[in-house]
Nanobody
Framework: QVQLVESGGGLVQAGVSRQLSCGAA????????MAWFRQAPGKEREFVAA????????NYADSVKGRFTISRDNAVNTVYLQMNSLKPEDTAVYYC?????????????????WGQGTQVTVSS
């Protein structure tokens, strides 16, 4: 079992940077592939980024590639999402997710563990 708690959301202006954090409780964080998803009002949850257990492999949605960076620190059971050059269309609730395995899946149904989400609102 993995418990996830996101933090770092808030109201920001377009063009600025923001870092989200996701802390994990449990003794198997270093065995979990971690990902970020987001859900905007009236839209389906969408994949943002994923990172392998050791942090050596990452995968990004085209919409955030070059602007967002996912990273992890297994020593403190935390995964991060550095978001640069934020746009109004990045406004969403951002969720941290975890799964066991090696595939950097973009499908939310393949992640059994989820945080409660943190709201990011980007004003123009």
């Amino acid at each position: 079992q993995v418990q996830l708690v996101e933090s770092g959301g808030g109201l920001v202006q377009a063009g600025v940077s923001r870092q989200l954090s996701c802390g994990a409780a449990g003794r198997t964080f270093n065995l979990c592939l971690m990902a970020w998803f987001r859900q905007a009002p009236g839209k389906e949850r969408e994949f943002v980024a994923a990172i392998s257990t050791g942090g050596d492999r990452t995968n990004y949605a085209d919409s955030v590639k070059g602007r967002f960076t996912i990273s992890r620190d297994n020593a403190v059971n935390t995964v991060y999402l550095q978001m640069n050059s934020l746009k109004p269309e990045d406004t969403a609730v951002y969720y941290c997710a975890a799964r066991y395995g090696a595939l950097l899946s973009v499908h939310s149904q393949e992640y059994p563990y989820w945080g409660q989400g943190t709201q990011v609102t980007v004003s123009s």
